[in-house]
């Protein structure tokens, strides 16, 4: 199994750029989930999933999208960029809670909006 | 809402020495678990042990072993016997089957000192 996987592992935008951050599991989990890394900060949720076809926000949505619309992708679209979204972000993914708490992550994007 | 506190930005001990990265947490549940993540050089997050709140004993898992004090809501991490690969950033993290998402801690970075 690959786990979870993200493309790509690096990306420069410039401001007012869009792009799409790609999540893919083969796991067959439930849950998956967006993180963005600032330093300092810990991992803060944007938007998660619980099944194909239902997301929703978590702490941090603003200038963010998400769509689920199979189990296995679960995508970031980054509209208008701004520098305020340079950040490192994770993909995860999980079974629901109480069948398995861990989360899965994946290798990270390090995304610079200059 | 669940918080966590990492209180030790950055923490260093010499290879073969003991060091313990501390962690508190605030809830009002009964249920969760708690976790210690590694992120070392390579980003990847890698699950380093769990406990279950329920469970009085507390987990070990080969040099890692933790310090669970439920009512104190502190959960610390001990790494024995320290090797170079054991330098990296390290999160607390806390969830709760009540919880679709995972709360971080804000990491402590750990250096080995050869």
């Known amino acids: 199994n690959a786990g979870v996987t993200q493309t790509p592992k690096f990306r420069i935008l410039k401001i007012g750029q869009s792009m799409t951050l790609q999540c893919a599991q083969d796991?067959?989990?439930?849950?998956m989930y967006w993180y963005r890394q600032d330093p300092g900060m810990g991992l803060k949720l944007i938007y998660y999933s619980v099944g194909a076809g239902i997301t929703d926000k978590g702490e941090v949505p603003n200038g963010y999208n998400v769509s689920r619309s199979t189990t296995e992708d679960f995508p970031l679209r980054l509209e208008l960029a701004a520098p305020s979204q340079t950040s490192v972000y994770f993909c995860a993914s999980s079974y629901p809670p109480g069948q398995g708490m861990e989360l899965f992550f994946g290798s990270g994007t390090q995304l610079s909006v200059l | 809402a669940q918080t966590v506190t990492q209180s030790q930005p950055e923490m260093s001990v010499q290879e073969a020495e003991t060091v313990t990265l501390s962690c508190t947490y605030d809830?009002?549940?009964?249920?969760?678990?708690l976790f210690w993540y590694k992120q070392p050089p390579s980003r990847q997050m890698i699950l380093v042990i769990r406990q279950e709140a329920y469970k009085q004993q507390n987990a070990t898992e080969n040099r890692f072993s933790v310090n669970f004090q439920k009512a104190a809501k502190s959960f610390s991490l001990k790494i024995s016997d320290s090797q170079l690969g054991d330098a990296a950033m390290y999160f607390c993290?806390?969830?709760?089957?009540?919880?679709?998402?995972?709360?971080f801690g804000a990491g402590t970075r750990l250096t080995v000192k050869p």
């Open positions: 993290a806390y969830r709760s089957p009540n919880n679709n998402d995972m709360r």
């Open positions: 809830t009002s549940e009964s249920d969760y678990y």
């Open positions: 796991m067959n989990h439930n849950y």
